[in-house]
C-alpha cells in the first residue's frame, strides 16, 4: 500500500453519482425473489465450493460482478475524523465496490467495528444476493490499530529462525484482527532484501528466498488458521529496484527468478496455500508486473495451481498510464467518462491474471460491464476473476461468518493481552543479533553502573514502518528495559545528539555519562514514521519510498559513538535499524556490537533481557552487512562465478595497501548472513547423510552432532547448505535448503537431523521462455555450519 491521500479525491468525485444509478434489486435482478435466493445452493454450506461459486456467478449481472473486482474503503460511510456515519456513502461503496473494503485507519476500536458491522450488515442484508465483503487492513509486524500489539520488524523476527514464534505471533495478530471485524491482512512479504539501499528491506525475511519461504509460510499457518486471510505480497520480486529507488525497474532474467525470486512465493502459495496475492508495482524486462501474464497466469496458474485473487498494490493500475506510459491519459474515475486510458488499463490487467482492483486510483474496472456489451472483453474472463473471489470468500467461510467482532467487553482480554506482550517480548529477544563481543563486555553484570546514550536510547519508540499514528509514543524505550532490569539508581542517560542533526553539543554530557559508568550503552540507528508521518515526508532514513545512497550512520551519531569510545569506560554498541548500517572501523575498536532490527513494543525489555543475560542470544543474520553501500551486492548465494577475491584495505595509520577486488576494500560480506553469536559456544562434529546414492525425487536426512562446549544453556541455530558441483548453468556456489534452532544445555550433545528434498536441488535448464526445472545427474555436497561463512563439515550426496 501507498498513502491512500487519493481517497479524498475519490469521494468528491462519487458525489453526484449516488443520484444517477439505481442500486441493486431495483431494476435488475427483481427477477430471483429474495425468498428464492435465500434457499439458492450458493447460501448451502453443505454444498461444494465450486457448485456455490457456479451457482452465484450464474444469479450476477455485469455490474455485480465488476463490483466484486474493485476494492471499497471505510471511509466512504465513516468520517475517521468525527466518526459521522454517512449512509449515502454506504450504499454508493456497495453498489460500486463490493468485494472488500480497507480500514486502515487510526480511528478508534468502537468506530472501527462499528463502522465494520455497518458495512458488512449492508453488503449482507442490503444487496441483492447478499455476498459479504473481505475486510482489509495492514499487519506486517502486528494488527494497525492503535493500543494493538506491535511485534518487532519482519527483517527482525526472520532472525529468530523460529517457525513456531512466527505462527504463534501471526495466530495473534489474526485474534486482534478478528476482534474488531478484520478478515484480510496485506502480509506477508515474500520480497527479499537483496537491494539493500531500497527503503523497504525492513518488510522482508531478508535475502534468502528459503528462508523467507519458511518464515512466509508460518506467519500465513498462522492466520490462515483462524480463518483470518493472509495476502501474500507484492507479486513477484519486488525488491531489486533499479538504483535502489522505490517502484523503480528491475532487469533480471528469467533464470534468475525462478532461482531466487519465486522460491519464497512457492512457499507461501504452493506449500502453505495463502488465500490472496497483491501484485507489485515495477515493471520486470519492460513488463509491469501490474498486468504480467507471464508471472500471473502462466506461473502463478498453470504452474503453481493458484486459484484465489490477485488485487493490485493501492494505485497500481494507474501505474500503466501515468508511469509506464503503455496506456494513454487521461484517467477519469466516477463521475466522469470512461476515458480510452481507463479501458486500455482493464483490458491489459484484468485477463493478465490481475482480478482485483485496489483503491487509490481511477477505478478503471468501471469499465468492465461497458467493454464486455461492446464485445471488447470476454465475459467469461470477468466471471473466471470473480470466481477467484467467492473462492477466497467461500475458503474463509466468510458467508457463513461474515464478521467475528467479539463483544466489546472481551476486546481488552484478546487485544495486547499479557500473553500478546510476552510473545512480543519473547521474539524480539530471540532476533537480536549479537555481532562481536571480543572483550566480553556482555553480558554486563547486573550491580555494574551503565550509562545509556544515543538518540535511539529514549524518547521514542523506533518501529520501522507500517505502524499506526503516534505509535512512537507507546513501547518500552531501551532506557526503560535497562531502568527495569537494574534499577534506575544504577542507570545514567544522555542522549548525545538527535538522531537527525549533526549538532555535537550534547557530546560532553553524554562523555561524562560514560566516564562515570562500569559501562556505556550507545544507541544508535536508522528510523522510519508511522503510516500517518511517512507519506508527508517527515526525515526518516529507511522505510516505504525512503531510499539512500549509503548506508552508514547520518549526522553525529558515528561522532558520537567515537566520543564515548574514547573514555576508558568499556562499551557496547547497539544498532536499531531496518536494514544492515556499514561502520566497520568498528570491528577495530574494543566495543561489543548488537543488532536490534526495528523492535517490537517490548524492545527496550528484550534487548535488556539480552545485555544483562537473562536470555543468551541466539538470533543469526537475516541478510548480509557489506562493508560499504559500493560493494553491494553481497547476498551469500553469488554464483558460481562470482566474488573473485583480492583485497586491499587503508590501515590504521593511513597506508595504502592496493587490492585488486577491491583496490583498497573487499567483497565480502562485513557480517554474513546466518552469522549470530551466542554467549556460549557450539562445536559440531560428525555430519552424515542418511543416504550416499539417491534418486531425483528421494528425501534424505542430514544429521550433525552439536555440542555445547559453553558454560550456560544456549540455542543455535544449525544451518544446512548445498552446492551442486557441476551444473549445466551457472548456479548459486550455495543455497540454503534446511535449518532446525535447537537448545542446548552447558555439556549436552544434541543430535539435529534436517531434512533435505532432493526435488529441491534442481537447476532452471534452457533459455527464456522455454526453462525446464531439471534435478541434474551427479555430486551434491551438504554443508552444515553455524552461519554462510561458518561452515563446520560435509558430506556428499550422488544423484543417478
Ligand atoms: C439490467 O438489465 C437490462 C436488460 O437485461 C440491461 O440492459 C441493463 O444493462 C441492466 N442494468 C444493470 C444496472 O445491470
Ligand atoms: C469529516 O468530519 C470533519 C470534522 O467534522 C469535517 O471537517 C470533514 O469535512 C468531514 N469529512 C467528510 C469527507 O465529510
Ligand atoms: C456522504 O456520501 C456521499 C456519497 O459519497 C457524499 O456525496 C456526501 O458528501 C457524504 N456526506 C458527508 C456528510 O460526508
Ligand atoms: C490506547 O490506550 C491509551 C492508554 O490506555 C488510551 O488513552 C487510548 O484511548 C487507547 N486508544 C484506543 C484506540 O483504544
Ligand atoms: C443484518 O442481518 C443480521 C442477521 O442476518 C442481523 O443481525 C443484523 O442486525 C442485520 N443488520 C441490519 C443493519 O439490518
Ligand atoms: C474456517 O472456515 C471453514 C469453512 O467455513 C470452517 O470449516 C472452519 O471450521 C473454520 N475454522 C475456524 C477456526 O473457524
Ligand atoms: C525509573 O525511571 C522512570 C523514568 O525513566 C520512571 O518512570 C520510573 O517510575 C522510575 N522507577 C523507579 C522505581 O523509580
Ligand atoms: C525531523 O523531524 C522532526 C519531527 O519529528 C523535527 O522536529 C526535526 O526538526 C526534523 N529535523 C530535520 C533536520 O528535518
Ligand atoms: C579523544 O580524547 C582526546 C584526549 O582526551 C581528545 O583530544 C580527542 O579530541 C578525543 N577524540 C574524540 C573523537 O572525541
Ligand atoms: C582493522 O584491523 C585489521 C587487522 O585486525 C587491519 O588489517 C585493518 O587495516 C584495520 N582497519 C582499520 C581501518 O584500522
Ligand atoms: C562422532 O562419532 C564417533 C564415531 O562414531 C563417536 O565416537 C563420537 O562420540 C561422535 N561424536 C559426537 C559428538 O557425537
Ligand atoms: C521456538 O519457539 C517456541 C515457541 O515460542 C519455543 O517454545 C521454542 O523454545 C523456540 N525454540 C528454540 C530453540 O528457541
Request: glycine residues 10%; charged residues 20%.
Amino acid at each position: 500500500m501507498v498513502a491512500r491521500k487519493t481517497f479524498a479525491a475519490v469521494l468528491v468525485a462519487c458525489v453526484s453519482f449516488a443520484t444517477s444509478q439505481s442500486g441493486y434489486g431495483d431494476s435488475n435482478g427483481t427477477s430471483s425473489s429474495s425468498s428464492s435466493l435465500a434457499n439458492a445452493p450458493y447460501r448451502d454450506p453443505s454444498v461444494p465450493i465450486e457448485d456455490r461459486i457456479n451457482d452465484l456467478i450464474s444469479r450476477m449481472t455485469i455490474r455485480e460482478k465488476a463490483s466484486q473486482l474493485m476494492q471499497g474503503d471505510i471511509s466512504n460511510w465513516l468520517n475517521t475524523t468525527s466518526g459521522a456515519f454517512n449512509f449515502t456513502g454506504l450504499s454508493l461503496n456497495f453498489e460500486q465496490k463490493a468485494g472488500m473494503f480497507y480500514v486502515g485507519y487510526p480511528i478508534s476500536w468502537d468506530w472501527l467495528a462499528d463502522g465494520i458491522k455497518r458495512g458488512q450488515d449492508y453488503a449482507v442484508n442490503s444487496t441483492r444476493l447478499g455476498i459479504p465483503a473481505i475486510v482489509q487492513t495492514e499487519g506486517i509486524h502486528g494488527f494497525l490499530i492503535e493500543n494493538a500489539t506491535i511485534f518487532n520488524s519482519p527483517i527482525a523476527y526472520a532472525c529468530t529462525w523460529n517457525r513456531t514464534q512466527t505462527r504463534l505471533m501471526a495466530e495473534q495478530i489474526a485474534r486482534e484482527a478478528q476482534a474488531l471485524g478484520v478478515s484480510q491482512l496485506f502480509a506477508p512479504l515474500a520480497d527479499l532484501a537483496r537491494e539493500l539501499r531500497y527503503g523497504r528491506v525492513e518488510e522482508t525475511f531478508g535475502e534468502d528466498g528459503y528462508l523467507a519461504g519458511e518464515t512466509a509460510a508460518a506467519y500465513i499457518r498462522g492466520l490462515q488458521s483462524l480463518n483470518v486471510s493472509a495476502m501474500v505480497k507484492h507479486y513477484a520480486a519486488f525488491g531489486l529496484p533499479e538504483q535502489g529507488l522505490n517502484t523503480g525497474p528491475e532487469h533480471m532474467g528469467e533464470r534468475e527468478l525462478r532461482t531466487t525470486w519465486l522460491p519464497s512465493y512457492h512457499k507461501a502459495i504452493a506449500d502453505a496455500g495463502v488465500w490472496s496475492i497483491m501484485s507489485a508495482y515495477h515493471s520486470l524486462d519492460g513488463i509491469p508486473a501490474v498486468s504480467d501474464e507471464f508471472t500471473l497466469t502462466e506461473i502463478l496458474r498453470e504452474e503453481l495451481e493458484y486459484d484465489f485473487f490477485v488485487t493490485s498494490d493501492a494505485g497500481g493500475t494507474d501505474r500503466l498510464a501515468d508511469n509506464f506510459y503503455i496506456c494513454p491519459k487521461p484517467l477519469n474515475t466516477y463521475n466522469n467518462p470512461i476515458t480510452e486510458g481507463n479501458e486500455c488499463i482493464t483490458l491489459s490487467t484484468l485477463p493478465s491474471g490481475g482480478d482485483v482492483e485496489m483503491g487509490g486510483g481511477s477505478f478503471n474496472y468501471r469499465a468492465i460491464p461497458e467493454l464486455v456489451a461492446s464485445g471488447r472483453l470476454d465475459e467469461a474472463i470477468v466471471d473466471k476473476a470473480v470466481s477467484r473471489v467467492l473462492r477466497t470468500k467461500f475458503t474463509m467461510g466468510l458467508f457463513e461468518r461474515p464478521y467475528q467482532i467479539a463483544p466489546k467487553r472481551k476486546w481488552n482480554r484478546i487485544i495486547n493481552n499479557d500473553y500478546a506482550r510476552s510473545l512480543a517480548r519473547e521474539i524480539d529477544r530471540d532476533s537480536i543479533v549479537l555481532l562481536k563481543n571480543e572483550q566480553a563486555a556482555l553480558p554486563i553484570p547486573k550491580g555494574r553502573k551503565v550509562a545509556v546514550i544515543g538518540p535511539m536510547a529514549d524518547g521514542f519508540m523506533n518501529y520501522g514502518d507500517y505502524v499506526v499514528y503516534r505509535s512512537q509514543y507507546r513501547g518500552v524505550t531501551p532506557l526503560t528495559g535497562i531502568q527495569s532490569a537494574i534499577g534506575n539508581g544504577s542507570v545514567t542517560y544522555a542522549q548525545g545528539c538527535e538522531r537527525w542533526s549533526s549538532d555535537e553539543s550534547g557530546f560532553p554530557e553524554a562523555v561524562s555519562a560514560a566516564e562515570a559508568a562500569d559501562v556505556a550503552i550507545v544507541v544508535i540507528g536508522t528510523w522510519s514514521r508511522d503510516q500517518q508521518e511517512l507519506w508527508p515526508g517527515l526525515n526518516a532514513t529507511t522505510g516505504e519510498h525512503v531510499d539512500v545512497d549509503d548506508l552508514s550512520l547520518v549526522g553525529a551519531m558515528r561522532p558520537l559513538i567515537q566520543a564515548v569510545l574514547n573514555t576508558t569506560t568499556p562499551t557496547v554498541i547497539v544498532f536499531q535499524s531496518g536494514k544492515p548500517i556499514t561502520e566497520p572501523w568498528i570491528s577495530n575498536t574494543t566495543a561489543s556490537l548488537v543488532q536490534q532490527f526495528y523492535p517490537s513494543e517490548q524492545g527496550g525489555n528484550a534487548l535488556a533481557d539480552i545485555l544483562f543475560g537473562d536470555v543468551n542470544p541466539s538470533g543469526k543474520l537475516s541478510v548480509s552487512f557489506p562493508h560499504y553501500v559500493g560493494d553491494l551486492p553481497v547476498y551469500y548465494d553469488y554464483l558460481n562465478s562470482g566474488r573473485p577475491v583480492d583485497l586491499g584495505a587503508i590501515g590504521p595509520n593511513g597506508q595504502l595497501y592496493f587490492g585488486h577486488q577491491y583496490v583498497l576494500g573487499t567483497p565480502e560480506p562485513w557480517f554474513p548472513f546466518g552469522y549470530g553469536l551466542s554467549y556460549t559456544t557450539f562445536e559440531y562434529s560428525n555430519v552424515s547423510l542418511s543416504a550416499q546414492n539417491v534418486s531425483a525425487s528421494a528425501t534424505l536426512a542430514a544429521t550433525v552432532s552439536v555440542t555445547n562446549s559453553g558454560t550456560r544453556a544456549g540455542a543455535e541455530v544449525v544451518q544446512m547448505y548445498v552446492k551442486d558441483m557441476l551444473a549445466s548453468v551457472d548456479v548459486p556456489n550455495m543455497q540454503l535448503k534446511g535449518f532446525e534452532k535447537v537448545m542446548v544445555d552447558a555439556g549436552e550433545t544434541v543430535e539435529v537431523s534436517i531434512p533435505l528434498n532432493v526435488s529441491d536441488c534442481g537447476v532452471w535448464q534452457g533459455r527464456q521462455g522455454s526453462m525446464r526445472y531439471v534435478v541434474e545427474p551427479g555430486e551434491f555436497v551438504v554443508y552444515v555450519g553455524a552461519s554462510s561463512a561458518d561452515l563446520r563439515g560435509n558430506a556428499s550426496f550422488y544423484v543417478s
